[in-house]
Structure formats: structure tokens, C-alpha cells
């Protein structure tokens, strides 16, 4: 359960502009002290000029240089003689993009976008959040992971392979960036529902900071997405001549566990202790048990278990106000018993003992179906997770079976089985339960465990239906209009990863997930509910995300858990002074000059 509280006080300072006579004793960002108020905006001074500005997508603002500026930093001439707005520029990349046929393509639009211009990337995403993260992330990414090989670019990550062991460190030095506070990494073995794509994973940790930047405001300049890459065991890959990772088989064993320390000991060394590292679809092997091993010795988190399950939670506790019951009242199945399962039923029973449920009766609320059938206690081969939630029960053998006899409140679907939600257990669902909860959270759309729309019409409107991606709004022959909430991981991950930042957090506690999951059930309004969202708007998650990290930061701050001192007064304000915001910096040289009579030229 992540680090104890109450470790002591470090002696770290707040990031960025330090208050007082401690300032030039901080360690150095680009964030503003909490205490402070914001000075005028200057110019942003430049060791670059020429071509380099325009090929760098930090610094390039394409048409949106003045004439000032390409003049001094001599670019004039580089850039056709026309002066843009940021606004005009979005608009011509939005009637380019809508003109593209698929959804790939429009990824890849995006993509290139990113590694030219930066700013507008992000302005381009944050215009329209629920627009585009379909395409940046699930389920377009998935597709992008198994075209990586074709679409690859330029660099927007690091690939770190098994024969680089014993160099890390040195590879890490390639990244242009020093001040990386956010790290991503994968060894590309379970992405998404898709399986083992090796080296193809890379688009999962680039895609993830993106939404770490557009939804929780990171400076992207701060964030470090990496590819271990130990082989694949994908044999179409091993067979082609395309694929761009290593063409063997997957080392495991003490190899792989070296790889993973020396990795997990580089990044701290050169970006700090508090630098945030999220683990991402690794495979059920290696998810828990790695997590296990490093939660309490860096400052890590492993989206797959801990995020989903905070995003799952929330939308359980956010069907609680439409069930009108405690969480203790329901019962719960599962299909499905990986990572993203043992998450969710681990973040629950947290959750039901804080409502005042024993730790036993809570393990018992939970059922969980695998691929052998219900987990029972005395089946063979059971891992150390399955054995906490294995039922003192006979042996069943199917998912429908296992409904009929238990009549959960809520069946949760995280194994990627398409269609595993047949007609039949919506049917038993709606006749156990007026108002039965069914989650079908596996990622992409291909994998769904029953869509919104047959969720919606064989309850008859009674399901309370969340997915893990998106689906359209459903219409019943009534008239009724039911718009399916979305459990996106992104309502999680960004505003964690923006709070651990703020206070500079070591080790991330498993209550800041449950607190995580409350603050976004909090956020989901009546109407929402009416309407049969489980989550606030994708349109809001800028919002939702800010005051996730502000509750991340003062939980951080009560439990003793931060590094930063002195304590912000002010914590709303201080974690706005983070907030990355995609508007232009002006490249103009600070000019002024002198009264007259004090630059008059001296004569013989």
C-alpha cells in the first residue's frame, strides 16, 4: 500500500522562483512561487537563430513570427511573408485534418504537428479535449502501435535495449532535456488489448505525457516518454523485415529485473528522487510484481492497476448517487482477473473499509472470473492476487453462470473479450437489479465487452453503463438519450502526476488514488447523471485535473509526504504557476535606451 506517512520533514525548497533570501538555494524550474505575483511578460532570450528556431518545435511558431523577430533571429526570408495568430493557424490545421479520411491519418497529422510546432499542438488539443483524445490515445494509439514501424518520424522518446545494460546512464544523457520531472515508460508487452508489439509501444508513453500536458497542464519540455526494449515474442514481428526493435524472443529473468533496477536507479540519479516514473502496459508477470518492488523505494505509480482503478472507483462511486445505497450494499464480478482488475477490487476494498467494512467481508463482496472460470479457493495454480480474492465456492466455469448465482450490483469487464457481456447476462443483470451498474472498460473499442448501445436497450434504459473507451450518445425507441461515461484513465493520471510534481512527492500512497477517485465523483453533477454520465465532461478535464493535483498537494502537505518547503499559503495559485499553457513566447530583444546626454560620444 505505497509509503508510510509521516516519514519527516525534508529540506527541499519549493520549485521555480523561490520566496525570500531561500530563492537562490531552489532547485531550478520554470514555475513561480506560490507567494508571488506574476511579473510582466518578457521576452524569452535565445542562444539559436536561423534555421535551427524554425526546426526546433519548442521554439518554431511557424507564421506566427513577427517581423521583429525573424529579422533578429534571422529567419526572415525562412517563412513565407504572410503574419498569422495562433487562432488562424488552428483554424488551417483544423480544415486540414478534416479533410483526412482516417482516423490514422488524422493521428499522423497530429503527430507531425507535434514535432514542429509544439505550442500548436497543444493549442490544437486543448480546443476541443474530448474531440481529440480519441485520436492521440485510445483507440486510434493502438493502431498507430501496430503501424509504428511506418509512421515513425524523428524521435519523441528514448529506446532503451536489454544490450544497453550497463549504460543507461549514459543513454539518458542523448535526451536533450535536463529538467525531466515525468517519465513513461513501457517494454511494449501488453499494449492495450493488442498484446506484445515490442518496440512498436512507444506510441502508448508519447501519447500518455500528451495527455499529461493536455489535460494536466505538465510542461512537455519536462516529460521523458522511454521504450525498454527486450525482444518481442510476437512472431509476425520477429518475421518482418519492417519492424524497427529487436528481432528476438523476450529475455526474462534476472537479465530483464537487472535492466529494470539500473533503469529505475539512472533516472533518479540525473533527474532526482522525485522524479515521477509511471509504469504502462507491462505485462500481468511483471505489472504487480514490479510495482511491488519499487512503490516504496522511488516515486512511481503503475497506471494499469492504480489508474484504472481510480478511474474505475470513481465511476462506482458516482452510480452510487444514481443506486441510492452505501458502496457496502453492492456486490461486485468481475471478467477478467489481470492487473487492471486487481487495481480496481484492491482500491474498492480500501474503499469499503473506510465506509467501515472488515478487511475479510470486503474481499468477499468481490468475484472474480478468469479464463479457468470463478477463483476459488484450493484451485490450482493461483498467484498470490488471485489467492486474496479466491471465494469459498465451488468451481464455475462461465462468466454467465457465475452472474445467475452470485446476482452482483455491478459486473466490471477488464480482460478484453469482445462481446463477454452477452444478451443473456444483461438480461439477468436488469431482472436482478433495477438499476444495474455494468462497466465494460477494456481498451480499444475492438475489445469491448458489450457496447453502450446493447447495454442501453436490453436494460431498457436501466444499466448504468461506463467504458473504457468511447462510445456515441444512444437513443432508445422511446426518445430517451443516454450519453455513455467514458472511465479514460486521463482523468487520473495527469492530476496525480501534476500534484507529485507541485510537492515534489517521493513516494505515491495508494490513498492518493482513493482520493483521486472521490475528487472526480465529486466533480459529476445531476444532470450528468440524468443524462447517464458517470464523469464530468472531457471537456472540463483541464479543470477537474487542477483540482485533483491541488488535493494531491495538500493531501501531500497533511501526511507529511512532500519535499517542498515552505509550505504554499496559497495552493490553488501555486499549482496554477505550474500550468503549461500552449501561447507563444516572444523572441524580441529586450530593448531600451539611455537618457541622451548619457550616450553623447565623447571627442577629442
Known amino acids: ?171 539518458l544523457n542523448s535526451w536533450p532535456e535536463d529538467n525531466i520531472k515525468a517519465v513513461v515508460v513501457t517494454d511494449g508487452e501488453r499494449i492495450l488489448g493488442l498484446g506484445d508489439l515490442g518496440c512498436y509501444g512507444m506510441g502508448i ?35 518482418d523485415p519492417l519492424y524497427i526493435g529487436l528481432k528476438h524472443q523476450r529475455v526474462r529473468g534476472k537479465e530483464y529485473d537487472d535492466l529494470l533496477d539500473e533503469f529505475m536507479q539512472a533516472v533518479t540519479d540525473k533527474f532526482g528522487i522525485s522524479c515521477l516514473i509511471q509504469f504502462e502496459d507491462f505485462a500481468n508477470a511483471n505489472a504487480f510484481r514490479l510495482l511491488n518492488k519499487y512503490r516504496n523505494k522511488y516515486c512511481m505509480f503503475n497506471d494499469d492497476i492504480q489508474g484504472t482503478a481510480s ?8 452510480a452510487l448517487r444514481i443506486t441510492k445505497n452505501k458502496l457496502s450494499n453492492h456486490v461486485f464480478v468481475f471478467q477478467g482477473a489481470g492487473e487492471a482488475a486487481m487495481g480496481i477490487a484492491h482500491l474498492l476494498v480500501m474503499a469499503l473499509q473506510k465506509e467501515g467494512v472488515p478487511k475479510a467481508e470486503a474481499t468477499r463482496k468481490i468475484w472474480m472470473v478468469d479464463s479457468k472460470g470463478l477463483i476459488v479457493k484450493g484451485r490450482s495454480n493461483l498467484n498470490h492476487e488471485k489467492e486474496i480474492f479466491a471465494q469459498d465456492h465451488p468451481e464455475v466455469n462461465s462468466l454467465e453462470e457465475v452472474v445467475r448465482l452470485v446476482k452482483p450490483t455491478a459486473i466490471i469487464g477488464v480482460a478484453a473479450i469482445a462481446g463477454a457481456f ?19 472498460l477494456s481498451n480499444p473499442t475492438s475489445k469491448a465487452e458489450c457496447t453502450a448501445e446493447k447495454c442501453y436497450q436490453v436494460t431498457e434504459g436501466r444499466g448504468i453503463f461506463a467504458s473504457g473507451s468511447p462510445f456515441k450518445s444512444v437513443t ?34 495508494e490513498e492518493i488514488f482513493l482520493l483521486t477517485a472521490e475528487k472526480i465523483a465529486q466533480e459529476v453533477s445531476e444532470q450528468h447523471l440524468s443524462q447517464g454520465r ?69 571627442t577629442v
Open 205 to 239: 508513453p508519447v501519447g500518455k505525457l500528451a495527455l499529461y500536458t493536455a489535460c494536466g497542464g505538465v510542461n512537455p519540455q519536462q516529460c521523458l516518454p522511454v521504450l525498454l526494449d527486450v525482444g518481442t515474442n510476437n512472431e509476425e514481428l520477429l518475421k
Open 476 to 509: 432508445l425507441e422511446d426518445g430517451r438519450t443516454f450519453i455513455p461515461g467514458q472511465g479514460n484513465n486521463a482523468y487520473v493520471f495527469p492530476g496525480v502526476a501534476l500534484g507529485v510534481i507541485a510537492g515534489g512527492i517521493r513516494h505515491i500512497p
Open 1 to 171: 500500500m505505497g509509503a508510510a506517512l509521516g516519514t519527516g520533514p525534508r529540506l527541499a525548497l519549493l520549485p521555480g522562483r523561490a520566496c525570500g533570501t531561500i530563492a537562490r538555494l531552489a532547485p531550478s524550474a520554470p514555475a513561480r512561487c506560490s507567494h508571488s505575483k506574476p511579473g510582466p511578460v518578457r521576452p524569452v532570450p535565445l542562444k539559436k537563430r536561423g534555421y535551427d528556431v524554425t526546426r526546433n518545435p519548442h521554439l518554431n511558431k511557424g507564421m506566427a513570427f513577427t517581423l521583429e523577430e525573424r529579422i533578429q533571429l534571422g529567419i526572415h526570408g525562412l517563412i513565407p511573408p504572410c503574419f498569422l495568430s495562433q487562432d488562424i493557424q488552428l483554424l488551417r490545421i483544423m480544415r486540414y485534418y478534416e479533410k483526412q479520411p482516417t482516423d490514422l491519418d488524422k493521428y499522423i497529422i497530429l503527430m507531425t504537428l507535434q514535432d514542429r510546432n509544439e505550442k500548436l499542438f497543444y493549442r490544437v488539443l486543448t480546443s476541443d479535449v474530448e474531440k481529440f483524445m480519441p485520436i492521440v490515445y485510445t483507440p486510434t494509439v493502438g493502431l498507430a502501435c501496430q503501424q509504428y514501424g511506418l509512421t515513425f518520424r524523428r524521435p519523441r522518446g528514448l529506446f532503451i535495449t536489454i544490450h544497453d545494460k550497463g549504460h543507461i546512464a549514459t543513454m
Open 534 to 602: 458517470l464523469y464530468p465532461p472531457l471537456s472540463t478535464i483541464r479543470d477537474v485535473s487542477l483540482r485533483i493535483a491541488i488535493e494531491v498537494l495538500d493531501f501531500a502537505y497533511k501526511n507529511n509526504l512532500a519535499s517542498y518547503y515552505p509550505e504554499p499559503k496559497d495552493k490553488e495559485a501555486f499549482v496554477r504557476s505550474l500550468v503549461y499553457t500552449p501561447d507563444y513566447d516572444s523572441f524580441t530583444l529586450d530593448s531600451y535606451t539611455w537618457p541622451e546626454e548619457a550616450m553623447s560620444v565623447q
Open 422 to 440: 452477452t444478451e443473456q447476462i444483461l438480461r439477468d443483470m436488469a431482472s436482478f437489479h433495477e438499476r444495474p451498474i455494468i462497466f465494460a
Open 311 to 318: 478511474v474505475a472507483v470513481a465511476g462506482i462511486l458516482a
